[in-house]
């Protein structure tokens, strides 16, 4: 990004003090939502979601596997970012790869409960087949298209939707006689289950940028923030996961003024993402 004069950087600073911003929003208001479903025919869900001029799309690939050993009764749910070198030039060789990384793992945490699942926004043990022997593996892969800040909140927002747009086959399992019996499984070509995603959390990134708080941060109001905070909130309200970035240490007080102000936000975000999801969907059927 182009560096900011001094004199932009105090209309940046001053705007949000007023509660004005640069785009004429609010602190706590998030730029217009756009919402596409079914953008990747191949994949069993898929959605593209734009935020101002952040935009990111998410593809869901169900594949059949095993559970893991220590986690007999649950399925697999994989995130994997990709950065594209078109959507910032600072996105090239090194520096794509490492935020890649970076927002995979804060996927992971905040809608998986991190390596443990506890917590896990997503219900693994809806992807079970047969304990112990035979489960879905979901591989979600998003992909950056073009960035203006707040990636983490679209790229969670790309997850839910695509994900409500997920059909997993339906499966007839055979389990066989004895216990050590391999399954036989039979997928169907014709019948889907869709996928639940009312429990799915979205994602709220607060960042404090000199003593106020403010949500969706473009790219020029992140180069100025000292801290950001991201709590994955579903819809009773319920914390399912939280990542920070940038400064030291924080106060407990004010991590809880952040997630309490994530909280608030998240119920207005859910409310018109839910109602962008009915309209793209509609479209998609028309």
Known sequence: MVGLSSGEKHFIRGGIAQDLRSDGRQRLNYRPVSVE????????????????????????????GRPDPLRPDKGKVSIFVDCSPTAEPKFEGRGGEDLSTELS?????????????????????????????????????????????????????????????????KVTVDLGTAPDDQPEVDVSDEEFLQFDTSG??????????????????TSEEESQMSTAVSVSVNKRGHICGMTKRGGAGLDSSVILDMISV???VSEHLLSVLDSEIAVAEAAAMS
């Open 37 to 64: 479903v079914g953008v990747i025919p191949q994949a069993n869900g898929s959605a593209r979601v734009r935020l101002g001029a952040t935009d990111v799309i998410a593809s869901i690939k169900a594949e059949l």
């Open 105 to 169: 793992v804060a996927l992971q945490r905040c809608l998986l409960g991190g390596k443990s699942g506890a917590g896990a926004g997503i219900d693994l043990s809806s992807l079970m087949i047969a304990e112990g022997k035979i489960c879905w593996d979901l591989y979600i892969d998003a992909l950056v298209v073009s960035s203006d800040g707040n990636l983490l909140d679209a790229l969670a927002a790309a997850i839910k939707v695509g994900l409500s747009n997920t059909g997993i086959p």
């Open 200 to 217: 799915v959390p979205l994602i709220v990134t607060v960042t404090k940028v000199g003593r106020h708080y403010i949500v969706d941060a």
């Open 262 to 264: 994530a909280k608030h």
